[in-house]
Nanobody, 122 residues
Framework: VQLQASGGGLVQAGGSLRLSCEVS????????MGWWRQAPGKEREFVAA????????RYADSVKGRFIISRDKAKSTVFLQMNSLKHEDTAVYYC????????????????WGQGTLVTVSS
């Protein structure tokens, strides 16, 4: 299974970006998809997850109400719409996939994308 993340870039605080993660080589709807991020000097942290059943999403408290995770089954792609971006959202964002149900535990995600950099200027 390969995950290809894209959509990162430089944006001003208060702006928006949409990240994409295309999955290939596997049965997309079998996977719970998650987004994670790692800021400079910090550990990787959970951002959002879209359960494989399609009926449940979860978010980190720091992004709740600002970020939206969604998926397009026809395109085998998961998205992260990021609104009202803050300087502290600056990080490399990674998408990940797991066969189990939604989880905030990184160890449960077997497949990872290469990361896409999001920089929010203050």
């Amino acid at each position: 299974v390969q995950l290809q993340a894209s959509g990162g870039g430089l944006v001003q605080a208060g702006g928006s970006l949409r990240l994409s993660c295309e999955v290939s080589g596997g049965n997309f709807i079998s996977y719970t998809m998650g987004w994670w991020r790692q800021a400079p000097g910090k550990e990787r942290e959970f951002v959002a997850a879209f359960d494989r059943t399609g009926g449940y999403t979860r978010y980190a408290d720091s992004v709740k109400g600002r970020f939206i995770i969604s998926r397009d089954k026809a395109k085998s792609t998961v998205f992260l719409q990021m609104n009202s971006l803050k300087h502290e959202d600056t990080a490399v964002y990674y998408c990940a996939a797991r066969l189990g149900s939604s989880s905030e535990n990184a160890a449960g995600y077997r497949h990872w994308g290469q990361g896409t950099l999001v920089t929010v200027s203050s």
